[in-house]
Structures are given as structure tokens and as C-alpha cells.
């Protein structure tokens, strides 16, 4: 991997943990749907860094998560589970962000950002080692 790449990658980590924090302070306090918000685009945000060591660049967000299944989950590189927390996390965010008939409550905010941590967790494991990336 390019140096270049890498620098982006280590970026896009540090992005996704600044969000998964910033998802983590807003359901402290009552902010369900941007605790969503923020979840997902955490997730969206460690997967493209993933994506690069594939060179593989996404900027739409069924593209990212095509490519994040297609090349990760499809191979068994990333256990399944990852695939449907991407999935649940994602449907979350469109729901809270696009329906005006959807209330995202403390307890779903709750599993969104659980999930988009340990997804988190699991993506930056496998960079680190895989890449020796010291995130």
C-alpha cells in the first residue's frame, strides 16, 4: 500500500471514531435521530477506508455498501454479522433521516450505536493488522 493511500485510510479512521464519539454524546443526551445520523456515518466512514485497501473508491452510499458485501463479506474476510449491522445501521438512518412518520427511540438509538461501535472495533482490527495500521 502507497503511502498516500495509507494517509487517507488513517484519516478516515480517525473520521469514524470522531463520529462514533460525537454519535455517543448526542444519545447522552436525548438526540436520538442524530445519534443515528452520526452512527451511520461512522460506519459509512471506516467502510470506505476499507475499501482502499482494495482500491476500491465508492462515493455513493449503495456503491460503498455493494462493495463493503461484494469484497469482504461475500469472501468471509469479515464475518457476516458486519454485513447486516451495515445493513440494519443504514435502513435506521434513512428511516430517521427521510420519514417524517419515523421516531428513532432511545432504545433503537441505542443498538445503532453499539453496533456502529463494535463495527468500528472489528474494520480497525483488521486494518491494523492486516496493514499494520497504527490506529
Not at 452520526?38 to 482494495?54: D, E, G, M, N
Not at 461484494?70 to 469479515?78: A, R, S, Y
Not at 433521516?97 to 472489528?122: L, N
Amino acid at each position: 500500500m502507497d503511502e498516500q493511500t495509507r494517509v487517507l485510510i488513517e484519516v478516515r479512521l480517525a473520521r469514524a471514531r470522531e463520529d462514533i464519539e460525537t454519535a455517543r454524546e448526542l444519545l447522552n443526551s436525548g438526540r436520538y435521530r442524530a445519534a443515528v445520523n452520526r452512527s451511520y456515518y461512522a460506519i459509512f466512514c471506516v467502510t470506505t477506508a476499507l475499501l482502499l485497501t482494495q482500491r476500491i473508491e465508492r462515493t455513493k452510499h449503495a456503491g460503498v455498501e455493494s462493495a463493503f458485501i461484494q469484497n469482504f463479506i461475500k469472501k468471509g474476510i469479515i464475518e457476516k454479522e458486519y454485513g447486516k449491522i451495515y445493513d440494519y445501521i443504514r435502513k435506521k438512518r434513512e428511516e430517521s433521516d427521510y420519514s417524517v412518520r419515523i421516531t428513532i427511540d432511545k432504545e433503537t438509538a441505542e443498538k445503532v450505536v453499539d453496533d456502529a461501535g463494535e463495527f468500528i472495533v472489528r474494520l480497525a482490527e483488521y486494518l491494523r493488522i492486516q496493514f499494520g495500521l497504527n490506529n
